[in-house]
């Protein structure tokens, strides 16, 4: 059941950006199109000056087609990753769930490095890159991050060998700073853009902060569903008798899982899984 819900939130999160895209593309065409008829009008040297407007068209679509893609891998598939990794370590080991989540955390981090690779190959190709500004430099640091924490990921070890909980520390730390770094940049990008086109960007800012202050609620949620469900379970008892039995349940569950976590704990870390 959990499961279900769980997905559903997911799916309806992608059909939605997935419904808002093609708008926010076009739209912001649109507007690089409006900026440009402008400066046309405005030119009386128009014939003159009728290549360079179209490549500075060509320049303005090109930036809102790599920032879209780079939203897609660090703004969107990312954080998802993430989320869908944690609802992996948070059910039963070896489960049909536990699986099924792995897979979704493995598909969405492949498609955004693919995503950012073809946003990055873009960014070097069409635009110049003095890497004098941060963003620029933030770029090039989260591409070569991110390629090493696939590389990481792919060399996972096996659950009950001692690196294994090393390798868990390092794959965390990486991820959890390229996901929030990537995020900072796509603000540092919004920005760039504002600067280059003069174009008002608070709108997607505001769109942006929005969904992922979503994700964020959903990663602080995770951490809350097992205390929870043991609330759940305790407060079922009225007297004391039902309630040292229903802990007496809840104990040796969490011992077959080998997770060194007590049992009405409510701040359940996702460094709590080093010890699986």
Not at 143 to 162: D, E, S
Request: charged content about 15%; overall charge positive.
């Amino acid at each position: 059941m959990h499961i279900i819900s769980y997905m559903s939130v997911c799916f309806v999160m992608v059909l939605f950006y997935a419904s808002v895209l093609p708008f926010t593309q076009c739209t912001t065409l649109e507007e690089v199109n409006l900026f440009n008829s402008h400066r046309n009008t405005n030119n009386k040297l128009h014939k003159v000056n009728h290549h360079h407007h179209h490549h500075h068209h060509q320049k303005s679509s090109d930036i809102a087609l790599h920032g879209f893609l780079l939203w897609g891998s660090m703004g969107l598939l990312m954080p998802l990753g993430i989320l869908t990794i944690r609802g992996s370590n948070k059910a039963e080991p070896g489960s049909r769930k536990s699986r099924i989540l792995f897979y979704f955390h493995v598909a969405f981090q492949m498609l955004s490095v693919l995503l950012a690779t073809v946003g990055a190959a873009m960014s070097l190709k069409k635009f110049e890159n003095s890497f004098d500004n941060n963003h620029q430099r933030l770029g090039l640091a989260l591409y070569g991050a991110i390629l090493l924490q696939a590389f990481i990921g792919f060399f996972r070890p096996h659950r009950g060998k001692k690196v294994r909980s090393y390798w868990y520390l390092v794959h965390w730390i990486l991820g959890t700073i390229v996901s929030l770094v990537g995020i900072i940049n796509v603000y540092t990008g919004l920005r760039a853009y504002h600067k280059r086109t003069l174009k008002s960007t608070m709108f997607w800012s505001i769109v942006f902060t929005v969904e992922v202050s979503f994700i964020g609620l959903i990663y602080l949620f995770q951490d809350k569903m097992e205390y929870m469900k043991k609330q759940g379970v305790i407060e079922g008892g009225s007297d004391e008798s039902t309630m040292s039995s229903s802990y007496q349940d809840v104990i040796p569950q969490r011992q077959n899982q080998k997770e060194m976590l007590p049992v009405a704990c409510g701040k359940i870390n996702a460094l709590g899984n080093l010890f699986d």
